[in-house]
């Protein structure tokens, strides 16, 4: 099976682990085609909190962005490289105009709910995005980082993620648990997870 949007869920936003950077991750992941890859790629980091949380909060609490402590960190970047790492911005009102749309994410998110990105008409693969590591624990990368902060911050307790990769040593203990057909073998365990909204 393939692995982006393959899989989708609904889950308690706060069951979701931040282990390790993008950089951290083995570089054959970025390339892996399929769903379920062994290797030690989950192994190492430690728990920590989301990289862009204290960004989030400080905007939840009507601050200016211009007393945002990320901005003065992405415009002290700016000056040093020339351009921001992450994203990639090249002047300040790029700068400027990135922490306003996050301040319209905020609003919307406060004021509509989470909404998925079918709801909003944008590709499924692109969900908050995680990996199952050979324990059976959600793993965020890639995508919605400062979506799954603002929505901890909110107290919302569930949110739809992609799960874009999965440990083999998981799968397989799946297999053994529920004996038979991989695919239910997969579906019991998601369920225990959360709520499946496209399975295997």
Not at 29 to 39: A, D, I, S
Request: glycine content about 8%.
């Amino acid at each position: 099976m393939r692995r982006r949007g393959a899989v989708l869920l609904s889950v308690d936003p706060f069951s979701i682990r931040y282990r390790k950077s993008a950089k951290q991750w083995p570089w054959y992941l970025k390339r892996w085609p399929w769903w379920v890859c062994g290797g030690g790629w989950d192994l190492g980091g430690v728990d920590r909190p989301l990289p862009r949380e204290q960004q989030m909060r400080e905007l939840l609490e009507g601050r200016p962005i211009t007393e945002n402590s990320h901005y003065h960190a992405m415009l002290e970047e700016l000056a040093r490289n020339g351009r921001t790492a992450s994203p990639r911005l090249y002047t300040r009102a790029e700068i400027d105009d990135y922490f306003r749309s996050l301040l319209t994410l905020i609003e919307r998110i406060r004021s509509e709910g989470y909404q998925s990105q079918a709801e909003i008409g944008g590709p499924m693969k692109h969900e908050i995005t995680v990996r199952i590591d050979r324990y059976g624990q959600l793993i965020k990368c890639r995508e919605g980082t400062h979506r799954l902060a603002i929505t901890r911050l909110l107290g919302l307790r569930w949110v739809p993620i992609t799960v874009d990769l999965v440990h083999s040593v998981w799968f397989k203990a799946c297999l053994e648990r529920w004996e038979g057909d991989p695919r239910t073998a997969i579906m019991c365990e998601l369920e225990q997870m959360g709520e499946v909204i496209r399975g295997v």
